[in-house]
């Protein structure tokens, strides 16, 4: 079959199969996992970075915007939008800026999700109004969720549709030059960009191992103790770090990740003067 007709990467047959992979234990024996397709299709995610060269069939976009868009808002205010870009030029020179990732060249679609606030400042002047709430900070937080909600929504679609995708983040190494790339507006910024096409079958990926379930699930009131065992975090230390060297990947462990990532500005990659690049992007960040 062509790659515009099958995934690489076919569900596995239930929810007990689903959760071994993610957390590499039994599921909780009671009560006992409702079987659900859309949470199968969830739980299968992984992120794919070898894309085939198959063109994405007509209409999968639009159907994920339309999912993107049935997901919750904030007061209704929808302070997001996406640019597909399929150019390829366009592509390679957005991979240059985001950290030279080559596959966002190679997949045939690349996706710009971006937090907006333009079109709402439009709205005020349409109408002869000032609008001080948009320059609030909980107006932005609200456009960086909605953002958020809506390209899950849209990854959840690709997935179901046998595509593979996998976020962005460096798209906010360097905003400002995403921004000129991409036209943006004053108070509109990429948050991420998302890759979207059919998996390279000669590069399949696995799903990857996740904290346990109650390092983060927490009954009535947070659980320091439990959110922080040592044990727990030992044990997915090791877990993950098997899983990694299994994929080919380097052995690296969830804490040393974090320790890696965080434990120095500069692994940031320029992100670190976010809040600089977005006064300069129009965001004001505080009280009108």
């Given amino acids: 079959m062509s790659d515009s007709l099958v995934s690489s990467f076919p569900a596995l047959s239930s929810m007990t199969a689903l959760w071994r992979a993610r957390y590499g234990t039994q599921p909780p024996a009671a009560p006992a996992l409702p ?155 990429a948050l991420f960009g998302m890759s979207v096409g059919y998996p390279d079958r000669q590069r399949p990926t696995a799903i990857k191992p996740r904290l346990p379930q109650h390092a983060v699930l927490h009954a009535e009131r947070y659980d320091s103790a439990a959110a922080n065992d040592p044990a727990v975090i030992a044990a997915y230390d090791e877990r993950l770090r098997a899983a990694r060297t299994a994929q080919g990947s380097p052995g690296r462990s969830w804490s040393e990740s974090v320790l890696a990532r965080l434990g120095d500005v500069s692994a940031l990659h320029g992100r670190e003067r976010l809040p600089e690049a977005l006064r300069g992007l129009g965001f004001v960040l505080g009280q009108a």
């Fill in 35 to 189: 079987e659900s397709p859309v949470a199968r299709g969830l739980m299968t995610h992984r992120s794919v970075r070898g894309f085939s060269a198959s063109a994405l069939p007509d209409g999968v976009l639009e159907a994920a915007v339309a999912a993107a868009q049935s997901a919750s808002t904030s007061s209704n205010l929808q302070g997001w939008s996406v640019i597909a870009v399929r150019d390829a030029d366009r592509r390679a020179r957005l991979a240059k800026i985001a950290g030279d990732q080559d596959f966002i060249a190679q997949a045939p679609l690349f996706l710009a999700w971006v937090a907006d606030l333009s079109r709402l400042d439009h709205v005020g002047q349409a109408h002869g109004r000032d609008l001080p709430g948009v320059d609030c900070l909980d107006t932005f937080l609200a456009a960086v969720m909605d953002t958020a909600f809506a390209a899950q929504n849209a990854a959840a679609a690709f997935e179901s549709y046998g595509l593979g995708i996998v976020y962005v983040g460096a798209v906010r190494n360097r905003p400002e030059a995403i921004a000129a790339e991409l036209g943006l507006p004053a108070r509109t910024v």
